[in-house]
């Protein structure tokens, strides 16, 4: 049981970014086990599903048509009958509220130990995983006996899969048990104008604005690159932007190719956020800011003398 089983993610129509961050995090544990990889794809537009998520690497796809949005008999059903069809013995997940509704129950159900929240794993004989624990402060690691596991990864910690795949594809009838709950619709909560997590740039303001009507100056940057304006927790609890503008461990995950912080220190729980940008510039008064420590290009000044200077450059 060498191989590994992917399930991919969907909501109201659109794969989620983190099933091709699964399927990168997949065909290394595959590669590791020296096995093939295996996606499921479940419920709503299953062909159409496929075909996206048919990206190099994947071995074979397999889709179980039953309703359209996420439904929890639905995906154990499915998840449980693949692993009988299959030589799979590791199923990965994505780590979202989702994936943390059916992953346990697929595990206990299967007898298989449950690794949740995963940012990083070896396999080597056994799979030893990593972690983040207390607010992304500290790193631990979880071994786990035996071939077989469920394991659940955080989105923006791999590299979305890509490519255009060969990968064979298959529908499996699935006996689903009747379900006792159904997602029958959808409301926005948050305020949503944008979705930072969709952005390609993106310049996020901290607490180094000091006022609120200093915001403008960075949003002048935001424009002059034709980017997203997104903000640290301090912002957001001030009031100064809205919740859907948040990036870190209680806001939102984002992975753009350019990511601007600006009088950002570097939290950990800020750069549990966004530490999976392609390129991050970094623009902050003191030295020994933790956010230099990630940066790929950093500026050390005062923010109300830099921003201008880029201002005037891009404009």
Do not use: C
Not at 215 to 234: H, I
Request: glycine share 10%; net charge negative; no cysteine.
């Amino acid at each position: 049981m060498s191989d590994v089983l992917v399930v991919a993610e969907h909501r109201r129509g659109e794969i989620r970014d983190v099933s091709y961050e699964a399927i990168t995090a997949g065909r290394e544990l595959a590669d590791a086990r020296g096995g093939d990889l295996h996606l499921a794809v479940v419920s709503g537009d299953v062909e159409q599903f496929a075909d996206d998520l048919n990206r190099e690497g994947v071995d074979a796809i397999h889709t179980v048509a039953n309703g359209e949005e996420f439904d929890h008999n639905v995906y154990q059903a499915s998840v449980e009958r693949l692993l009988d069809e299959t030589d799979a013995g590791a199923v990965v997940i994505p780590n979202s509220v989702n994936g943390l509704d059916y992953a346990p129950a697929v595990a206990e159900a299967s007898d298989l130990p449950l690794v949740t929240d995963a940012v990083g794993f070896e396999y080597d004989d056994g799979l030893t995983v990593t972690r983040e624990m207390y607010g992304s402060k500290v790193e631990t690691t979880v071994d786990v006996t035996g071939d077989r596991f469920v394991l659940t990864v955080r989105g923006g910690e791999w590299a979305p899969a890509e490519g255009v795949g060969d990968a064979a594809v298959g529908a499996v009838e699935v006996d689903h048990p009747e379900s006792g709950a159904r997602v029958t619709g959808f409301e926005e909560v948050a305020g949503g104008d944008v979705d930072i997590a969709d952005a390609d740039v993106l310049v996020s303001v901290g607490r180094g604005i000091d006022e609120e009507e200093n915001l403008e100056v960075v949003e002048e940057l935001a424009d002059a690159l034709g980017a997203t304006l997104s903000a640290s927790r301090p912002i957001v609890d001030n009031g100064w932007l809205p919740k859907n503008r948040q990036v870190g461990q209680s806001g939102k995950v984002v992975t753009p190719d350019v990511y601007i912080a600006v009088g950002i220190s570097g939290a950990v729980q800020h750069v549990a956020g966004m530490k999976g940008s392609d390129t991050i510039v970094a623009i902050n008064t003191d030295p020994n800011a933790p956010i230099f420590d990630i940066a790929d290009y950093g500026i050390v000044g005062d923010l109300f003398d830099v921003v201008p200077e880029l201002v005037d450059e891009f404009a």
